[in-house]
């Protein structure tokens, strides 16, 4: 019983698919089974299960020597993905199963002993990738809604291995993938529901509509996690490219992708209590962390200098780049990681400074202590920075009907995103050097009031641009083609928090 097949596979390695080749050989000899190519502790495993699953669909084992090379060698293996492939390998090359059927297919799924298929990870960005090399993805039933949000592909899902290899066969058929069609979306939260605090709503309609950095500041119970709360309900949808960008996240973490969440903007909210490898992504065999978990949503920071100082600092350079790369000693994993930062904390230790009852007996070296936590770099890639103070007149004087509901904020925010997205294709937080240049130029009185900010606050160049960024983004709220002097100085008064700091 001599024979040599090759089955076409998927690995998951971060939110890549690279492909894997799994080649069976049968040779003389006493029977016995190599496994060759990296493969860790579950693929070895799968020895087991094949068999198991082989015998008990009515198939032969092969009585030889099998050896089944999983390639490249250098790429660890992982996961149960690899027992289809190889069932169906150890089939082909025993003649149980004509080889030409497998050509054009890419198999993955997880065997149980009975033969049926099992659910695996990553299912997501192994469809986009089977797409873009025109193959056809055969996997389990239970990941059939996941594969099918991938459209221009094609995908069949089975329930269990004699029914994939009848189907190769042509004796019977497998059902094309379709995505599900009875979910609710999870109801946000509604703006109407913060009463008064039109400085901080302001702020966060800005926010929203440009997708900048927001940080509120405040003694407790003023109403800022109230607020960060409701920004998902007035964030625009995402478009299909960022909707897969973040569900292929989600579909190689440990908590699997939610359906009901599709084209939601994420929104995280991790406790002050997690590590740097909890919110940048780690281990052994990297896994996605929360800034990657929040990629193209929100990553929402209570208490923030609570936080660690090694994992406020993890976030500086996502920041920037939007994506985290975790190094290890074999090999680099690289997660996207194109979030937007809304924080809250308190002004103080205690929690009272500033506020009018006068309760706050921190000294000025406690403050600045407590407040330089949060290090500087942060706090200067952060472009909205604002105070949330408890109101002068009580709320229960005030009616939620007289607030302004979330659907009517959200308006002016898509009417605001979707100038940005005809001029530069992104939102105005986005903006490199060059856009600056041709989306927020400014001159005459606008320009020189810039520069006084800039002597009199001590800002950075770095802040400038920020500034030129929010100034862009309350011009497109006012359906504003040039950017005034208005625009600017509201923009600037969001960088007073930054000043402030620094002259405790």
């Known amino acids: 019983m001599l024979g040599l097949s090759l089955v076409h596979s998927r690995a998951c390695v971060g939110v890549e698919a690279p492909p894997i080749s799994v080649e069976v050989h049968l040779s003389g000899g006493l029977p016995v089974l190599f496994m060759v190519g990296l493969p860790k502790t579950a693929v070895r495993e799968s020895k087991d299960r094949v ?21 490249p060698a250098e790429l660890p293996k992982e996961g149960g993905g690899f027992d289809l492939p190889i069932a169906l390998g150890m089939l082909a090359a025993s003649g149980q199963l004509p080889k030409a059927s497998l050509t054009g297919c890419e198999f993955l799924g997880e065997l149980s002993l009975s033969g049926l298929l099992l659910p695996v990870r990553g299912v997501l960005p192994a469809a986009l990738r089977t797409r873009d090399s025109d193959r056809t993805l055969i996997i389990p039933e239970a990941n059939e809604e996941e594969a099918a949000l991938v459209k221009g592909g094609i995908q069949y ?13 042509g004796d019977g058929e497998l059902r094309q993938c379709k995505p599900g069609t009875n979910y609710r979306p999870p109801k946000t939260p509604d703006l109407a529901d913060v009463i008064g605090l039109p400085g901080p709503r302001r702020a966060l309609e800005v926010a929203a509509a440009g997708s900048h950095n927001l940080l509120m500041v405040g003694p407790p119970g003023t ?7 409701r920004l998902p309900g007035i ?19 440990q908590t699997g992708l939610d ?3 599709w084209g939601i903007r994420p929104f995280r909210s991790p406790h002050h209590s997690c590590s740097s490898v909890s919110l940048a992504g780690g281990g052994s065999n990297p896994k996605p962390g929360e800034v990657s978990m929040a990629h193209n949503g929100v990553l929402f920071l209570d208490e923030l200098p609570e936080f660690g100082r090694h994992a406020l600092e993890v976030l500086r350079e996502p920041l920037e780049s939007g994506c985290i790369i975790i190094s290890r000693a074999a090999r680099q994993t690289t997660f996207p990681a194109r979030f937007q930062l809304v924080a809250a904390m308190n002004p103080c230790p205690c929690g009272m400074a500033g506020d009018n009852s006068g309760r706050c007996g921190c000294s000025a070296e406690q403050i600045q202590r407590y407040r330089s936590r949060v290090s500087g770099p942060l ?3 952060i472009d909205i920075q604002v105070e949330v103070l408890r109101p002068e007149t009580s709320i229960l004087n005030t009616s939620k009907a007289e607030t302004e509901c979330s659907a009517k904020v959200r308006d002016r925010v ?23 240049t041709r989306s927020c130029h400014i001159s005459g009185k606008t320009l020189r009031l810039l520069e006084q900010a800039e002597k009199l606050l001590c800002l950075s160049p770095r802040a400038c641009h920020r500034i030129l960024k929010v100034s862009r983004t309350i011009a497109d709220l006012d359906q504003a083609d040039t950017i005034n002097s208005e625009h600017i100085a509201e923009a600037i008064a969001y960088r007073s928090l930054n000043h402030s700091q620094n002259h405790i």
């Open 51 to 71: 068999r198991a699953a082989l015998l008990n669909s009515g198939f032969k084992f092969p009585g030889s020597r099998i050896t089944i090379s999983l390639a």
């Open 157 to 169: 899902c089975g329930s269990s291995l004699l029914q994939v290899v009848q189907w190769l066969c």
């Open 223 to 229: 109403g800022k996690t109230l607020l960060a709360s």
């Open 235 to 253: 964030l625009p949808l995402m478009a299909e490219k960022e909707s897969l960008e973040s569900a292929a996240v989600a579909s190689i973490s």
């Open 259 to 261: 359906f009901r969440t």
């Open 379 to 381: 706090l200067d890639r």
């Open 414 to 436: 898509l009417d605001a995103y979707q100038l940005q997205l005809l001029r530069a294709g992104k939102p105005n937080a986005l903006l490199d050097n060059s856009d600056l």
